[in-house]
């Protein structure tokens, strides 16, 4: 069965502290790794879909990198804005399988 | 960008009522829907699978008779929690992909529906 862990479950950060969340993953065959962004009370928001070891993707403060065994989200330079939960997925063609989330508390 | 819709976004319901939650999928076809169950602070549970014409799929553990699954039209799928409960109180979240092998976006999820049971 698809496992998803991500680490740790919650970070706080200054304002402008760069760091990075985890999403370790089994799965029999990768059909996709996703990240989202889910503030509370409302749906998660997509962020990213990386489909291969060595892909890369950047949304203005955020890049997300993947290897064989697990995913990064490297947060640069955070602005209280960026206080939510990221969640990471696995799957794409029937269901996705969530981890847990990270939640992230940035401090002015 | 694909949009999907969910309503209501709160609902609260004596026990033992019925209450159905609408996912619309605004500008694209879902031929596939997923229904995820979310409880404070803990991650998406998938429930089920909506299919288009068809039955629904379940995931182990999940009532089919206590969450009735309807996918009738490639826009719309519809969650009827059935004789809801106290313990059925919690955060419940659809979500639909833009085309099968559409790769550009992730699945798209609705804004979420708090069921409240008292």
């Known amino acids: 069965e698809d496992q998803v862990t991500q680490s740790p479950e919650a970070l706080r950060l200054q304002e402008g502290e760069s760091s990075s969340l985890n999403c370790s993953y089994t799965?029999?065959?990768?059909?996709?790794l996703f990240w989202y962004r889910q503030d509370p009370g409302k749906g998660p928001e997509f962020l990213f879909t990386?489909?291969?070891a060595g892909e890369e993707k950047e949304k203005e403060r955020l890049k997300a990198t993947l290897t064989k065994k697990e995913s990064f989200l490297h947060i640069t330079a955070p602005k209280p804005e960026d206080s939510a939960t990221y969640l990471c997925?696995?799957?794409?063609?029937?269901?996705?399988?969530f981890g847990a989330g990270t939640r992230l508390t940035v401090k002015p | 960008g694909a949009v999907v819709s969910q309503h209501p976004s709160r609902v609260i319901c004596k026990s033992g009522t019925s209450v159905k939650i609408e996912c619309r999928s605004l500008?694209?076809?879902?031929?596939?829907m997923f229904w995820y169950r979310q409880f404070p602070k803990q991650s998406l549970m998938l429930m089920a699978t909506?299919?288009?014409?068809?039955?629904?799929?379940?995931e182990q553990g999940v009532e089919k008779d206590k969450f009735l699954i309807n996918h009738a039209s490639l826009t719309l799928s519809t969650l009827t929690v059935t004789s809801a409960h106290p313990e059925d109180s919690s955060f419940y979240i659809c979500?639909?992909?833009?085309?099968?092998?559409?790769?550009?976006?992730?699945?798209?999820f609705g804004s979420g529906t708090r069921l409240t049971v008292v």
């Open positions: 979500s639909a992909r833009p085309g099968p092998r559409d790769r550009t976006y992730g699945y798209t």
């Open positions: 799965v029999s065959g990768l059909r996709g």
């Open positions: 990386l489909y291969s």
């Open positions: 997925a696995v799957g794409g063609n029937n269901d996705m399988r």
């Open positions: 500008d694209f076809q879902a031929t596939t």
């Open positions: 909506s299919n288009e014409g068809s039955k629904a799929t379940y």
